[in-house]
């Protein structure tokens, strides 16, 4: 350390600055351990009980209605309308027709088995109802399932199981069974089945990789506990606030992704921070009112730009957004909660038996790790032989680096330009060779158009009228002479509620080019021309291309708002917590670079298949409309973690006097191990979700999991630290005019450390590194 850098050490040591929010809850929490875990645990069980006595509240169809699907399906429920939920049984054979006695029987051993059950209001026979193939080798047996159709899955199982009797007694025939309640039934016995395993998988995964990390049980189970218990208090908030804004399954899955990740990513930074600081040779006491004040305001921060970013999803319109983006903020309110407040506690506690239950070798070298850290000083940095060698090549031709870097950032975000986003229709998102996805395909090659359905809701005091009669009559012919959409036809008409319903068969898989011209021939000229030239006639289309359609028009519409409102938001807190214009603007550059990559890659796996059978699936030519906006406002929030984490550490370094391509050195240096250990428990507990059946989950997963290796390797090891070389003091510009912006600090390290531990080995010196010479 040069003079000028003591000197400066030693001034800003004489004048402490004032502790922040951060070392103030920390300092306190030590003081009364006792009362903060008590408190802590008083706080969990209080939420869990209680959102357990209020139970949760879930959206529903009218709650994500939009545009013109969502105002005919109001319109259907503000009538009282419900359309039951309906099963189709597909009786095929290559080598009987409908004709054929043995056919018959099968047909009609269908329909007595399913009216046995009890559970169908109606079973129609095809040959009463009309459904028979034109080949004449398959036939539908249509069933009405009793009750709310809401809850028909939970009724579903024994028409399930009667159909596989009748496929056992016939078995020279295909008799399967595809419909609204078994889809729905699939869905919630994947979903439970998905959540179960990945909450089985991702938990024991991240103790693993902290158990590697630190090399001691007790270090490893501390942040992994503290991480469960704020997902477990999470979820008691979101049952209680779904009183007031409805929440949903996939709310549930991203609350424990992201609470799992950043609980235990945030422990992992005080922890480690603490570990430092008394390898350096502090007291414990010292020790943690460090780690306070500055792992614990980078947590602070961190947490904060998460919440900021989720907060940008209310800005969407959508109720299952909505959904999503108040779960996330309510797991990692609480993750930080636990993070500042009973974790000192608990290492106040612990004291130096947090290393307690020692792995032989790995607690021999985080011992070392931690002590070399301790020991050398900015200018001689002992972090990793490979990330010194990394930085050592980044920090000689930081304008080469910087170059080669964003080149392939970049050319891994080109597959961006052809992203084709749609509301993955049944087949798509189930895995390949579903029974399930068999049957409906067998039934749409059987009988085209079925079961992809537009529907057309009329509402008009004038349905008796010749007008109408002449204004049906021609949206039929008009409908079939498209081509893009096919007889049968189906009328349903509600005399007392002057409402009627035309259910038009469509061209196409449900959100595939056919299928949105077929939705544009209904829209743009079929309705307008026929039931909208009646005079007093509301008439709006719905179904699930229609719902796709108007869902993606609401989502490309508040793009631009939420991308304001994160990337604002985001700015305004590096400004203040670095108090440096050209911080803030870099911390958003890569930030979006990063994003851009992950949705290239994602876009080529899943859209366009590249790779996708080794994640055991297959590119369905579209990505989930809501992932991108989802995957940007999250990672964003998420970014910030080592971003914070990583400046902070770099501008602690200048603060105390050393120039900045030497601060980088050792900023990105310390950190190396941390960001690592905390990156690849992210990458893990989201790869886990890559590894789901449903394909929703996939794509979000491995969404995550790629942009978080991303940032944690090319954006952190090379394009910060060439891009903040390249700046130099530039770095830290702040106008004048912004001068009267508050002064957070960033770290209350004593300049001289006592002498380190005498349990930790010192390490052999590292190298000097000067600005001029690099490493």
Request: net charge neutral; hydrophobic share 50%; charged share 15%.
């Amino acid at each position: 350390m040069t003079s000028h850098a003591r000197t400066s050490s030693k001034r800003r040591a004489a004048a402490p600055e004032r502790p922040g929010l951060a070392a103030a809850v920390g300092g306190w929490s030590a003081r009364h351990r006792k009362t903060a875990v008590f408190g802590w645990l008083l706080f969990v069980v209080l939420a869990t009980v209680l959102g357990g006595m209020a139970g949760s509240l879930h959206t529903t169809s009218k709650d994500n209605g939009l545009g013109q699907s969502g105002r005919a399906d109001q319109l259907i429920a503000a009538a009282g309308l419900h359309s039951p939920a309906t099963e189709t049984v597909l009786i095929q054979s290559s080598s009987f027709t409908a004709t054929d006695p043995h056919f018959r029987t099968a047909v009609d051993d269908t329909v007595a088995a399913v009216r046995a059950t009890g559970a169908a209001s109606a079973v129609k026979s095809p040959y009463s109802n009309g459904t028979v193939a034109p080949d004449g080798h398959s036939a539908l047996v249509v069933v009405t399932m009793a009750g709310d159709p809401a809850t028909a899955a939970d009724r579903v199982a024994p028409v399930l199981a009667a159909v596989s009797g009748v496929q056992a007694r016939h078995a020279d025939l295909t008799v399967q069974e595809f419909g609204d309640a078994s889809a729905d039934k699939w869905f919630q016995d994947a979903f439970s089945h998905d959540f179960s395993r990945a909450e089985w998988t991702a938990v024991p995964l991240a103790l693993g990789i902290l158990l590697i990390a630190f090399g001691a049980l007790v270090a490893a189970v501390l942040p992994v506990l503290l991480a469960l218990t704020a997902f477990i208090a999470a979820g008691g908030l979101v049952a209680l606030s779904s009183h007031l804004l409805h929440t949903s399954d996939d709310a549930s899955s991203v609350m424990l992704l992201v609470g799992l990740a950043v609980g235990v990513d945030y422990c992992l930074f005080y922890l480690r921070r603490e570990r430092e600081e008394r390898a350096r040779g502090h007291s414990a006491e010292a020790a943690l009112q460090i780690a306070a004040a500055t792992s614990g305001r980078a947590v602070m921060v961190s947490g904060l730009t998460v919440v900021v970013a989720m907060a940008g999803m209310f800005l969407t319109g959508i109720a299952d957004f909505q959904a999503m983006g108040m779960a996330t903020i309510l797991v990692v309110i609480t993750a930080v909660l636990g993070s500042v407040t009973v974790l000192p506690a608990l290492l106040s506690m612990l004291g130096d038996r947090v290393m307690k239950g020692r792995v032989p070798f790995l607690g021999r070298r985080m011992l070392r790790s931690a002590s070399a850290g301790a020991t050398s000083g900015p200018g001689a940095e002992a972090g990793s032989a490979f990330w010194r060698a990394v930085l050592g090549r980044v920090l000689r031709r930081p304008l080469v680096s910087a170059g080669l870097a964003t080149a392939f950032l970049l050319a891994l975000a080109a597959p961006l330009l052809t992203m084709h986003t749609a509301n993955l229709t049944f087949a798509q998102q189930l895995p390949r060779g579903n029974p399930l996805v068999t049957t409906q395909q067998k039934i749409a090659t059987a009988f085209p158009g079925n079961p992809n359905q537009a529907t057309v809701v009329v509402r008009s005091d004038r349905l008796d009228s010749p007008a109408m009669a002449t204004a049906l009559a021609d949206f039929k012919s008009r409908a079939v002479a498209t081509g893009l959409l096919h007889d049968p036809i189906t009328v349903t008409r509600y005399p007392a509620q002057h409402i009627e319903t035309v259910d038009v068969p469509m061209a196409g898989s449900g959100n595939d080019r056919t299928s949105g011209d077929a939705l544009a021939a209904l829209r743009g000229t079929l309705v307008p021309d026929t039931f909208g030239k009646v005079a007093g006639t509301e008439a709006d289309v719905t179904g699930q291309t229609a719902g796709s359609e108007d869902f993606n028009t609401q989502m490309t519409g508040s793009l631009l708002p939420v991308f304001a409102f994160v990337m604002g938001f985001a700015f305004l807190l590096m400004l203040l917590s670095f108090r440096s214009v050209t911080v803030a603007l870099t911390a958003l550059a890569l930030n979006l670079l990063s994003v851009a990559a992950s949705y290239g890659a994602l876009t080529l796996v899943f859209q366009h298949g590249v790779g996708a059978s080794l994640l055991g699936t297959s590119g369905v030519g579209a990505i989930e409309t809501w992932v991108p906006l989802f995957l940007f406002v999250i990672l964003f929030g998420l970014s910030m973690d080592y971003h914070v984490f990583v400046v902070s550490r770099i501008k602690e370094a200048h603060d105390r006097g050393l120039p900045t391509r030497a601060a980088v050195a050792h900023g990105i240096t310390t950190t190396a191990g941390v960001v690592t250990s905390a990156a690849t428990i992210m990458v893990a507990v989201f790869a886990v979700f890559g590894t789901l059946d449903m394909q929703s989950m996939k794509q979000m997963g491995i969404g995550l999991a790629v942009a978080v290796l991303i940032d944690a390797t090319v954006i952190r090891a090379v394009l910060l630290p060439s891009v903040m070389s390249l700046l130099g003091e530039r770095n830290w510009w702040l106008p004048r005019w912004l001068g009267w912006l508050p002064q957070l600090g960033h770290g209350e390290t004593p300049a001289e450390p006592a002498e380190p531990r005498r349990e930790v080995p010192a390490p052999a010196p590292a190298p000097a590194f000067t600005a001029r010479e690099g490493f």
